[in-house]
């Protein structure tokens, strides 16, 4: 099958190739699923998961993409919930070949039901955006009705998604991003908008919780806006500071069937858009990541040899 291949840590995106790969197998529980669009997370080429298995050995050269929806093809054995013929969606493995391919093996609970009515290309982008976005406001958040929270990179993959959810728990949304990122953010349902660049964010006032997806002195002085009893949620590994009375939580996103039947219900009924920057094939994908203009939101490939386009 043809895949995207990486087998150098040292060269970054430069260094993804379209290559021939083996068909994947199903262990036990897995399924096989023919990939019909795949997302990806440019920095995931950091994460040790992508170079080395759960044992610590090289398992180079490695498939990226983490995030897929597709079409159930095989189970492995004992796979019970899913069946051969479903329209799936969902997270892969951090430490397996992953999505950017012709098929991927998973673990059938990684994934659920990708309903009829949504395109596989919007199926694709809601994985980690969505479920981290989901599990930042309402698992590690706590964001209840009537509270503030400051939610930078608001324009991007995991912030417009995590916009719109704190908009419907009816929280006060304070988004932050670039200058040029003021229309998509509010867009997206942020009421207020600070730009990183130009606004002072401590203007912004206080809030009961800061959604953090940029790290470094960002994430300092956004600690400190924090009232007291409040939370600091990041996605960008372990928190360099913290409120003075209040939590710091780092997390990794991880799969969950249920809340991704949360989450594609609320695409349905229009609660929730998905942000795709740009959708191309898998022959274009090595070019599209190497591209040099700024992109701000998803890149989503389409494996257009399944999908009869
Ligand atoms: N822990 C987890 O489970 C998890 C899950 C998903 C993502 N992540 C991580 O979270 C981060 C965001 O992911 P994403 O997919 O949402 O990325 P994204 O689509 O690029 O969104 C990030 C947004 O924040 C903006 N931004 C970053 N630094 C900024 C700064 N200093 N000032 C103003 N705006 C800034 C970016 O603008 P520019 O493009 O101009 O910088 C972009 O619009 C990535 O580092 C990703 O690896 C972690």
Known sequence: ?????????????????????????????????EVHASGF????????????????????????????AGIV????????????????????????DGTLAGYVAVESR????????????????????????????????????GQSVLIHGAAGAVGSMATQLARELGAHVIGTGRSADRRTALEFGAHDFVD?????????????????VIGGEIQKRSAAMIRPGGTLVTIVGPPESRPVDGIAIDFVVESDRAQLGEIVQ??????????????????????????????TGKTIVRLSSHSGG
């Open 41 to 68: 997370v440019p920095t995931e080429l950091d994460w040790p998961s992508t170079w080395q298995d759960r044992r610590g050995l090289d398992r180079a050269p490695a498939i990226p993409g983490h995030e897929m």
């Open 110 to 145: 990684n994934l659920a039901p990708l309903p009829g009515d949504v395109d596989f290309a919007v199926g694709a982008s809601l994985p980690i955006s969505g479920l981290t976005a989901w599990q930042g406001l309402i698992v590690h958040g706590r964001v209840q009705s």
């Open 266 to 295: 609320r695409v349905r009924d229009g609660r929730l858009r998905t942000h795709i920057a740009r959708a191309v094939d898998l022959d274009e994908a090595v070019a599209a990541f190497n591209a040099t203009e700024r992109v």
């Open 196 to 212: 990183l660049d130009t606004d002072r964010l401590e203007d912004a006032g206080t809030v009961d919780v800061v959604f953090d």
């Open 73 to 96: 093809t095989e189970l492995g054995y004992g796979t019970t919930g899913l069946t051969v013929g479903q329209r799936v969606f969902g997270l892969t493995d951090w430490h397996r």
């Open 1 to 33: 099958m043809k895949a995207i291949v990486v087998t150098d840590p040292a060269a970054g995106m430069s260094g993804m190739t379209l290559d021939e790969r083996p068909h994947p197998e199903p262990a036990i529980n897995d399924v096989v699923v």
